[in-house]
């Protein structure tokens, strides 16, 4: 009879949870098209996701594709298709990594702040503050960040993909002698804007699921530190999972 | 707060600048649209060929592929986009060529030697299709190439 008990509450647990979390993004994405709009808050989450974020993203963007170029190189030699290494390198970055990669660093960088923000506005009674002014504390918390994100992750998966390809350039020409022309001018035939686009659609997704579960994440923390450690927790974890889900979904749509 | 405003409007734009480097250097997206004049012809199979697969002259590109569409009696209609610059004989002939052994398909056009030049819209009637390897193969395997 306990047995049942557990599964059964553990499953409502679960529900709940989930019917919440959408609720709270229908209501975000409704208060997006509603004034009063915060455009200073807006501009200052900007900075928060993009500009900060700038350094990590040219970082990894580098060494993802100099690996790649290397890796890639490797195996294609094996086909004696080297000439193929600009393409491969790209097409990867634009269609896959760049997306994926960057919302993860971001996720990591920025996200697990913004929870934590958030979170422990909640535990210091600071969104029941400002509630008591009859103000509304997604306008303030939550919209910004959701409309922010949604900006700001194409725009940095497009700078990731452009150091990687030109890293991946250098180490490709530079070290591993490919010929100068040969990486571009391949490029330039097999990329096409479908796959920038289906960049940028991940790119917009994967912001909207970050700054949705990060801030949801923050406003149902728990109690003390230890929830808010929780909630910060499960938080980057929840988003990475469901972005290389939805990469995988929105991939399988596109093709 | 000035300078929120500038460091935001400074990542914004670089965000946007490699973007549009990406897509116009790499994927040679058109800004305004393709310049130039539309020719047609018909292939009785295109094999391979697709939108955007250049468009040569003696190996210099002087066009591209914009849409292939079936015709009526089921032959390959293919819309090329042709620099202005650029002027066509009528029996000029167009063939479908491909780059290396198994690389990419694109159009070659062999000037001809008549007076009159292909206006806008008009259909060349000169055409060679893809030269189906795999056929070519099967035929030199079971012994039909004639010597």
Redesign the interface.
Known sequence: MNFLQTIGSGTLHLLRQMGGMFIFLLVSLYHIFTPPFKF?VF??Q??FF??RS?MVIVLTGAFTGMVLSLQVFYTLRKFGSEALLGPAV?LSL?RELGPVLSALMVTGRAGSALTAEIGIMKITEQIDAILAMALNPLKYLVVPNIVAAI??F???G??F??VG?YTGYVVGVKILGLSKGTY?SQ???F???E??SIG?VKSLFFGLIVSWVCCWKGYTAGHGAEGVSRATTEAVVLSSVLILVSDYVIGTFYL | ?KR??V??G???L???L??A???V?????ELFGMRGYRVYAEFVKVGGLKP?APVEIAGVQVGRVKRITLTEDYLARVEMIIDHKVKLQKDAIVSIKTKGLIG?KYIEITPGGSEDLVAEGETLRETESAVDIEEIISKFVFGKVQQ
């Not at chain 2, 250097?25 to 997206?29: E, I, V």
Request: glycine share 8%; aromatic share 10%.
């Open positions: 200073k501009l200052r900007v900075r993009g500009n700038l790209a634009i900006l700001v194409p725009l940095l497009g700078i993909d452009l390809i571009f490029i330039e035939t990329l096409t804007t796959d920038i940028t | 707060m929120l405003e460091f935001v400074l990542f914004v670089v965000g946007i490699s973007l480097y990406i897509s250097r790499f994927a040679k997206m955007g990419e």
